[in-house]
């Protein structure tokens, strides 16, 4: 077991790669891991004999699930653990989780030596019950872990940067309204692809109220932002928008407004660590800067029980008008609000009550000992390979205006390993756990590991 192979998929790199490069140095000594976009561990597992894959190993069913990408790694002798990078954080109420939940995995593809590995009770309790699933195992997510004390100095140096440029005492706001606000435009939202069910009017009219409920989230965020930053014109308002909208919606909102500067760059948690308040309507960020120890403003101006996410909005104060919020950064606190969460938020993210990592090891292990020893590593000449396919769609892409738009919108959720990154992150990784990895980058997009 120690000499197991282990691929991860990196969907969007600020969210994941740090938990994922974490979890290597974690790891049992003498493991191999490949971490990289998904083309780019579908290229290696294709070279592969065996190991256990970690991840979303299919996309979610907008309207049918495509299992190339699964059936692959089935074939080369690898066993799965599945983890959804979005498990706890859905809108809506209890019966609309379920319906998500079914959405996003269907068991009954799964092979019998795949774990499925969820946020919470509720969720494994759900594939159990309502699939008969026994191989589920409550593990919570590993990147929350990240935030609390025994991990922090990994983000320490990148915070005090942060707080070096837009002062100790600013503001974050973290969006989270792609939706109203799609990096690829309305006709991602309108889109078979982007879960929009155009078969019958219930579907038609679903879609059409949760984009006014978005819309109406984010001109009420941005009325409440101006009216903080008018009122504290010497506290610089730092807009954070969520990986999937276009920054430059907020960059065009407050263009005279010298107070408020829209940044989207690196991981959110340094930033969480360095900023003295967060505010946010709905996003996962409530969860993790209240885990950081941050004070947490959750702004609800709009109430439909439809469309609210649940979670995020147990953490931190509320506020309900612009009025509220300025009123809650006069009298800020220094301690993170967590006596909002219920029984029902510990049941959908198991980090609120135990750590992460060693259950997600325990599962890696497990599936790991029954599956192929996968000890062969990918050749030099595929690796060569990869990296000559990565120039020649670079080359082509600027030719075709679609293709264009689309590596764009990819490149801003993963833009790419660079050596200078990646030896900042392990430096960072060797002084939080004295371990000190062997690491290479072969392409843009692949990354190996050595425990």
Sequence with gaps: MQDLTLLIATETANRELDFQLMLTALSRPGRRFYVGRRDAILHVAQQLDGGVFLGKAFDPAFPGSDLTFYRTLQSRGFGCVHLDEEGGVYIGEEADWRKILNRRLDPKVLDPRDLLCTWGDFQAQHYQKEWGHDRVRVTGHPRFDLYQPEYREYFREEAERIQAKHGQDFVLVNTNMSVANHLAGLGMVFSGKGGYDTGGNEGLLKRMDVWSYSSLSLTSMARAVLRAALEFPRRKFIVRPHPSERAETYREIFRGVPSVEVVHSGPVAPWLLAASVVLQDGCTTAVEASLMGRDVLTYRPVCDPRFERVLPGMFGRECRNPEEVVEALKNQTSNAS???????????????????????LEAIDEVGSQS???????????????RWTERAKDTVRPFSSRRAFMNRYSRNKFPGFTS????????????????????????????????
């Design 338 to 360: 967590t006596e909002r969460v219920t029984d029902l938020g510990r049941s959908l993210l198991n980090n609120l009550t135990e750590p992460a990592f060693p259950k997600l």
């Design 372 to 386: 192929a020893s996968g000890t062969r590593a990918a050749t030099e000449w595929s690796l060569r390979k990869l």
């Design 420 to 451: 200078e990154d990646i030896a900042s992150r392990m430096r960072r990784i060797e002084r939080v756990t004295g371990r000190r990895l062997k690491w290479e980058i072969h392409a843009t997009t692949l990354l190996s590991v050595r425990s």
